[in-house]
């Protein structure tokens, strides 16, 4: 986490903090087989979500069985720890709730998460949809990453995650079979253009295991263009 501060800009930025996290777990880690465990597959090619006790009671429904392998939704354990998660933050940094803009993953696991944080800011809240959030593409060499779908904004609100309508992101496709070094300099990039174009607000941004490092780490050479001084809070 990092707090965000510039004496130019007086009380507007004070205290502003620039939070990263990672989506809680997913029905993956439980269970490398759960696509075989959780469909019931018909002669049709069909297939029917028949979850298990450990496995959340519904998921968006796709049209291909390797959208939801190469997507995995958050186990039911998973979805309580963000909600519990959510709380504590809430509880840490009351001052969330005097405006705060999240920006999620489009990952199926990382819009859960921010999904637990959205509903605890209040109902007006909406998440921002941002694909350069997503983690290395290189982790999902073809054929994987082209068939790999993520939610449009459509499917993601009729399954019940707040997002915003009006947010297009900033750029419409991921490059494919990145380096982690071209992954690395995407998310210095991508965290500068946040904070400048969210100047006030305090910032969430949920994403993946690689996120606190690939979005912490340019932060000692952003803090020394002029965007704004920044220093780590824990």
């Known amino acids: ?30 269970s490398h087989s ?24 519904s998921i968006p429904h796709r049209k291909m069985i390797s959208e939801h ?41 990382c819009l859960q998460t921010a999904k ?17 959030l997503f983690e290395c593409s ?8 082209d068939q790999m779908r993520f939610l449009n904004l459509s499917e993601s609100s009729a399954f019940g995650i707040p997002v915003a309508a009006n947010y297009n992101g900033f750029a419409s496709k991921l490059p494919k079979n990145e380096s982690s070094v071209e992954y690395l300099n995407r998310s210095a990039e991508l965290l500068q253009k946040l904070l400048v174009a969210v100047p006030c607000s305090h910032l ?12 912490g780490a340019p932060l000692e050479a952003v803090k020394d263009i002029g965007v704004a001084g920044l220093s780590s809070s824990g």
């Not at 109902?123 to 694909?131: A, D, G, H, L, P």
Request: glycine share 10%; net charge positive; charged share 25%.
């Open 34 to 57: 759960w696509v075989k465990k959780a469909f019931q597959f018909g002669p049709d090619g069909s297939h029917i979500y028949e979850p298990s006790e450990d496995m959340l009671p």
């Open 69 to 109: 392998a190469l997507d995995p939704p958050l186990s039911l354990k998973g979805r309580n720890f963000a909600r519990q998660n959510a709380e504590a933050l809430l509880r840490q940094h009351p001052e969330l709730k005097d405006g705060c803009e999240i920006f999620s993953s489009p990952a199926l696991s």
């Open 204 to 215: 969430l941004l949920i994403g993946h295991a690689g996120s606190h490092y690939a979005l």
């Open 116 to 132: 637990e944080v959205a509903h605890m800011l209040g109902e007006r809240t909406k998440i921002r949809v941002e694909k350069h």
């Open 138 to 145: 290189g982790f999902y060499p073809a054929p994987k990453c």
């Open 1 to 30: 986490m990092f707090s965000q501060g510039s004496k130019q800009d007086g009380d507007a930025r004070k205290g502003r903090l620039l939070i990263v996290m990672r989506h809680s777990s997913r029905i993956e880690f439980g």
